[in-house]
């Protein structure tokens, strides 16, 4: 019998075929890894996953093979035929699901967000300290579906002495024609009483002209701001307004009409919440809110007007018609804004009376006004109160007294458990006297009883230069006012009245009081 016909056949190596197929699973785990963690191309993945397969050809056939055939050109013939198959099945792989490879086509052109990059001066009239010259604050007023609150705007750069660099990101345009109108103002920075048009303004509107991601520049100066040659895909607004000039197309939205009508501009709560953080200033945090507000669902924006003693608040100078707000009726309501202690001297027997108006509209037609008001004192934490619409709409409206460093005390001149003998005889001789502390008017100012202490009282008050009343300080400043109270108003009269007939004490046994839990 033939020798060779008795040889077994060869055996199948398990151990040698488990080695490679453990290699070849850590290959598989590289391609997985690489779609999901390493970021490798495409292709690096497809030649893992082959090699991964070519490596199991291998083992098999070399496991099967004869391990000692003969010898051709010092290459064992067993190992080139698994070595063959291997690289063999590696190239049919590669190639099998590079065909099949879907190419995957370029993205259509879709409605991006866009930057809107625009220089201004930085207004260095002798008035910038009531504004930061070098900070803008927005409000987007149409398309009508945004959300139309504050934007302050950090200058990217300065550009000369006198102009800025802003920038305004994130805004986005969904269709062609959507119109994006900006009404950019000086951000305030301290209330002071004056016409709306002290804060320049500046007027921004465009829209999409098609289907391409656009780019917004302008330049800005006289309140007017002109696209530069690096606006993209936009148009202009038409408006009578528009106007071509040898600079290029012009671009000047509709314009408000800048009202004249004097009220206190004051910096908005963003802002007050900002210097707070640094400074440690004075002012309230009101929050009003409703949950129903018993309004059509038709309803989609409002606006507001706000005013203190009747007399009228531009929150960073905006105008009623530049409120404009997005609102959903079906959803909780709710308002905030923040107040500085202006010229509140408690004439209302201690206490400020705060009116608000809001006007809901469905687009640009009036559906709705709610009018509501409260009184509040200053310098004291806000008690939360219900006011009712004339609907009946319920609105709950609280406040957040902030205390500065320097509200520590107050110099009382006169106390009194007569009210009515306060607010209409003393404060009124007081302050028809004309008197002056450090180059500042003095004025007297009502402050109601504490639980502790059932007196009504008088304090100082000092008035800034914008008319601001200041009946709070540090120590060191109340014990200098009173000590002047003592040497120079304690012992004196008041001139003859006419409501009398003669003439009155002045102040009586001034004193100071320390606030408590600020």
Known sequence: MNDKENDPAPAFNVKKATFFVVVALIFFLLAALSVQVLAFSDKVTIALIALSISLILFGLLDSTSKVTLTEI??????????????????????????????????????????????????????????FDKEKLVITQVAPINFSLSDYPIVPLENVGSEWGKYKVI????????????????????????????????????????????????????????TLTENASNITPCESESAKVNSDGWGLFSRAYAQSEERGWITPSLSTLEEMNETEHITYVDFHVSASDLRLPD???????????????????????NETRTAVNPSMRFEFQFGLQNLDFSGKDFGQENIHLTFKFFSDDQLVKTHAISRKYIALRQVQETQVQAEDGTVYRWRGNQFFGKDDGYEVFIWSSEKPDELVGRRKLFFDDEDITYDTREVVSVIRPPLNENENWGLVVGLKDQFGRVEFTFNKEKADDILAWAKTDLLGKRTRKRPETGHDHPLIKAPYLYELKGH
């Open 298 to 320: 038709r309803v989609n924006n409002f606006s507001y007007a706000l005013s203190v003693n009747h007399s009228p608040i531009y929150l960073n100078g905006w105008q009623e």
């Open 170 to 225: 994130e805004r986005k345009l969904d269709a062609i024609g959507d119109k994006m109108h900006l009404v950019a103002k000086r951000k305030v920075t301290t209330s002071f009483p004056g016409p709306v048009s002290a804060i320049p303004t500046f007027n921004i509107c465009f829209h999409r002209s098609n289907d391409l991601v656009i780019g917004a520049e302008f330049e800005c100066q006289s309140r007017t701001c």
């Open 73 to 130: 050109n010092g290459v064992k013939l067993g190992k080139g035929i698994s070595l063959t198959g291997a690289a063999g099945g590696f190239v049919v792989v590669f190639l099998m699901i590079s065909d099949d490879e879907q190419v995957v086509p370029p993205p259509t052109p879709t409605m991006d967000a866009f930057d809107i990059v625009f220089h201004s001066p930085l207004y260095l009239e002798s008035q910038n300290r009531l």
